[in-house]
């Protein structure tokens, strides 16, 4: 675990903790919305939301929880906005 931007061990098990939480939220979103119609612009939304996605994914596993944070806040903040009320 990368501790040297000065997150400690609790801190960057909660920021994972919370991650996958809006990841599972973002993907919740994504089911909502796989059947309908979406335009072009629509579906490179989609495609952002996958990439941040996976790009958090890759980040815990790489121990930056900072950054797996962020990018699934990105991702669940575009799919909520997709999927709508």
């Known amino acids: 675990m990368d501790l040297s931007s000065g997150v400690n061990q609790q801190q960057a098990s909660q920021q994972a903790k919370r991650a996958d939480d ?12 796989s059947g309908r119609q979406l335009s072009a612009s629509q579906q490179d939304t ?5 990439s941040y996605m996976d790009q958090a994914e890759t980040a815990k596993k790489n121990g930056d929880m900072q950054r797996a944070y962020n990018l699934a806040v990105k991702a669940n903040l575009l799919s909520a906005e997709l999927a709508g009320p």
């Open 22 to 33: 809006l990841l599972a939220s973002s993907d919740a979103n994504l089911k909502k919305i």
């Open 46 to 50: 989609v495609k952002q939301i996958q």
